[in-house]
């Protein structure tokens, strides 16, 4: 089960720190990863973390956001900066076990599991 946080109202060039709690299972074994659905449009990749490490990014918020993970409490992070109306948007977590390859981890239909949702709001 995931749980994610964090979202809100902001101003253009302000930051967010979304938060994704995974409970039931350990979510350490797990490739975690976010994305996010704009109000009329699809749900896109954002940001992954795999369970090695290595980190990929939409080329849209390279340079503005860092996935991390709190492997103790089993929680990923999205710390998002320099925040742009383009950004608003319903931003959900998800996770898999499987050992997908990188490009494979930026589709949905590569996690089993998917947080509820939460909206950020960036104003201009």
């Known amino acids: 089960q995931l749980q994610a946080s964090g979202g809100g109202l902001v101003q253009a060039g302000g930051s967010l720190r979304l938060s994704c709690a995974a409970s039931?299972?350990?979510?350490?074994?797990?490739?975690m990863a976010w994305f996010r659905q704009a109000p009329g449009k699809e749900r896109d990749f954002v940001a992954a973390?795999?369970?090695?490490?290595?980190?990929y990014y939409a080329d849209s918020v390279k340079g503005r956001f860092t996935i991390s993970r709190e492997g103790t409490k089993n929680t990923v992070h999205l710390q998002m900066n320099s925040l742009k109306p383009e950004d608003t948007a319903v931003y959900y977590c998800?996770?898999?076990?499987?050992?997908?390859?990188?490009?494979?981890?930026?589709?949905?239909?590569?996690?089993?599991?998917w947080g509820q949702g939460t909206l950020v709001t960036v104003s201009s």
């Open positions: 973390f795999r369970t090695n490490g290595a980190t």
């Open positions: 998800a996770a898999t076990q499987t050992a997908h390859t990188a490009g494979y981890l930026a589709t949905q239909i590569a996690y089993d599991y």
């Open positions: 039931g299972r350990i979510f350490s074994r797990y490739n």
